[in-house]
């Protein structure tokens, strides 16, 4: 059994369970270290380990033959990586890839099968957590396709930002390129307007986050609406703040 230690910074889902269940569960975890880049599962793979996240975050990441992957949705302190198996399926649908390093709870594939079938109430979170990420899904196709370059990396430098829980995160143009599905040159360009705009800085791969508010201005409105599903099924955190 790993040896539990208690991080400073939790995970959602796990704080809506009881005491008791989110103890019992915490027994079969181990912390380990998200680092950047890492592949932690692989689409019509079974998963090993699944996750909880920390202060990491991860992209949930699909692929077409010919194609560069396009990023569909991220997973940091909010939420889990693997909550398929709350319908009990073990293969992942998605490539997921770290996107910021960090922490999370990581407990195998077997632990947490049977840690669900006797806790109903991880299930019900779980559950939840899946019709929200569901939602989160569609929404980003549709803004992948319909929202120009600009409010889209608006909208994914916050969410990063969210998850992060600090102001500076490491990533590449190319490699934020890669998770909006266009080329580097135009997230270089849009990058530069809005670090000439002070709402960012950028330099040897750290963003900084200068201005949140004028950046939620730019956002286009997926970025809300993500948290307005996300909060209306499962909470607010942090006391009713404007952020996961």
Same mark, same amino acid.
């Given at each position: 059994?790993?040896?539990?230690?208690?991080?400073?910074?939790?995970?959602? $889902?796990?704080?809506?369970?009881? =005491?008791?269940?989110?103890?019992?569960?915490?027994?079969?975890?181990?912390? @380990?270290?998200?680092?950047?880049? =890492?592949?932690?599962?692989?689409?019509?793979?079974? !998963?090993?380990?699944?996750?909880?996240?920390?202060?990491?975050?991860?992209? $949930?990441v699909t692929k077409l033959a010919g194609h560069k992957p396009l990023e569909m949705g991220l997973?940091?302190?909010?939420?889990?990586?693997?909550?398929?198996?709350?319908?009990?399926? +073990?293969?992942?649908?998605?490539?997921?890839?770290?996107?910021?390093?960090?922490?999370?709870?990581?407990?195998?594939?077997?632990?947490?099968?049977?840690?669900? +079938?006797?806790?109903?109430?991880?299930?019900?979170?779980?559950?939840? !957590?899946?019709?929200?990420?569901?939602?989160?899904?569609?929404?980003?196709?549709?803004?992948?396709?319909?929202?120009?370059?600009?409010?889209? %990396?608006?909208?994914?430098?916050?969410? +990063?930002?969210d998850r992060a829980h600090c102001n500076d995160f490491f990533l590449t143009h190319q490699f934020?390129? =890669?998770?909006?599905? @266009?080329?580097?040159?135009? @997230?270089?360009?849009?990058?530069?307007?809005?670090?000439?705009?002070?709402?960012?800085? !950028? +330099?040897?791969?750290?963003?900084?986050?200068?201005?949140?508010?004028? %950046?939620?201005?730019?956002?286009?409105?997926?970025?809300?609406?993500?948290?307005? =599903? !996300?909060?209306s099924v499962l909470g607010e955190l942090g006391g009713g703040s404007d952020r996961l």
């Amino acid at each position: 059994m790993p040896t539990m230690r208690t991080p400073l910074i939790t995970n959602h $889902l796990l704080q809506l369970l009881a =005491d008791t269940d989110r103890h019992t569960l915490l027994q079969h975890c181990d912390v @380990v270290q998200l680092k950047f880049a =890492d592949i932690l599962c692989e689409p019509q793979i079974p !998963y090993r380990y699944l996750y909880f996240p920390l202060s990491g975050f991860i992209s $949930l990441v699909t692929k077409l033959a010919g194609h560069k992957p396009l990023e569909m949705g991220l997973i940091g302190s909010e939420g889990m990586l693997g909550v398929t198996l709350a319908l009990g399926i +073990s293969e992942a649908p998605m490539q997921a890839v770290v996107q910021g390093q960090g922490t999370a709870w990581r407990i195998e594939i077997t632990d947490l099968q049977h840690v669900l +079938s006797h806790t109903p109430h991880l299930r019900h979170i779980l559950q939840q !957590y899946l019709f929200v990420q569901l939602s989160q899904l569609s929404q980003s196709a549709a803004c992948a396709h319909f929202h120009q370059l600009s409010p889209r %990396l608006a909208r994914w430098l916050l969410m +990063s930002h969210d998850r992060a829980h600090c102001n500076d995160f490491f990533l590449t143009h190319q490699f934020l390129a =890669d998770m909006l599905g @266009v080329r580097r040159s135009g @997230v270089t360009v849009a990058a530069g307007i809005m670090q000439q705009q002070q709402l960012i800085s !950028y +330099s040897r791969g750290i963003i900084s986050i200068l201005d949140r508010k004028a %950046l939620k201005r730019l956002a286009c409105e997926c970025y809300q609406s993500a948290l307005d =599903d !996300y909060h209306s099924v499962l909470g607010e955190l942090g006391g009713g703040s404007d952020r996961l």
